[in-house]
């Protein structure tokens, strides 16, 4: 089974063409006006020893990150991507079985949810060969242990369908997946999308009270 035998995109979602993204702010802006938080940052809220254990192995996932979902971006499109050293993590991408045979519907799409000042981007929308819609979240990771250590996306996902409910409602999700890329290996952990809302909205909640704070 390959992944390079995915069907080619065909009826790919039109973007939103009044949401904008600066990446070197990690900013969006919606019909003019800036949104102060993403999906991702709510979702999944870092502690300041975290954020200080993030910046100190920057260096090791950023790039590896990066180059990941770019080359799963290629691979949605139906283009090679360029391999170079992340080639065990590209045969993953390529071995994936819930990829066999898809069609894909959408790839690095924004979202805005403007009454909670937020906005995302999810990694892909695909149409699996037995006709389920699929929102995807790719996560990349160093070792194939940490493989099957991977926690789902859950909240994150639930944002981003909270978006493309609002966004594009005509859009009826069957699974949301997180899809956990290692060097040679991939694991698919699937889930369903009213328990990926759940946890959004209790996470946004947190977040509202957290940021209503005075201090």
């Known amino acids: 089974m390959g992944y390079l035998s995915l ?3 065909v009826a790919m979602l039109k973007p939103l063409g009044d949401l904008e993204f600066y990446p070197g702010i990690h900013r969006y802006r919606y019909r003019g006006s800036w949104l102060r938080y993403s999906i991702s940052r709510i979702a999944q809220p870092a502690t300041r020893e975290q954020q200080v254990r993030f910046e100190e192995t920057r260096h090791i996932w950023e790039p590896r990150g990066n180059y990941v979902h770019t080359a799963a971006e290629a691979l949605l499109l139906g283009l090679e991507p360029e391999e170079g050293e992340y080639k065990p993590w590209i045969d993953a991408l390529r071995n994936c079985w819930l990829l066999e045979g898809a069609e894909t519907m959408a ?40 493989v099957d250590a991977r926690k789902p996306a859950t909240a994150q996902l639930g944002g981003y369908l909270h978006g ?13 997946c997180t899809v956990v890329i290692g060097p040679g290996r991939s694991k698919v952990i699937s889930e369903d999308p009213d328990e990926c809302f759940a946890a959004w909205e209790r996470q946004l909640a947190v977040h ?7 201090f």
Do not use: R
Not at 116 to 139: P, S
């Open 7 to 9: 069907a080619a995109p």
């Open 164 to 176: 493309l409910n609002i966004n594009k409602p005509a859009i009826s999700i069957d699974k949301c």
């Open 107 to 146: 790839v690095e799409f924004g979202v805005a949810i403007p009454k909670d000042d937020v906005a995302g981007t999810f990694d892909g929308l695909i149409k699996t060969a037995e006709g389920a819609t699929i929102l995807l979240d790719f996560k990349t990771v160093q070792t194939n242990k940490a």
């Open 208 to 214: 509202k009270i957290m940021t209503e704070l005075p």
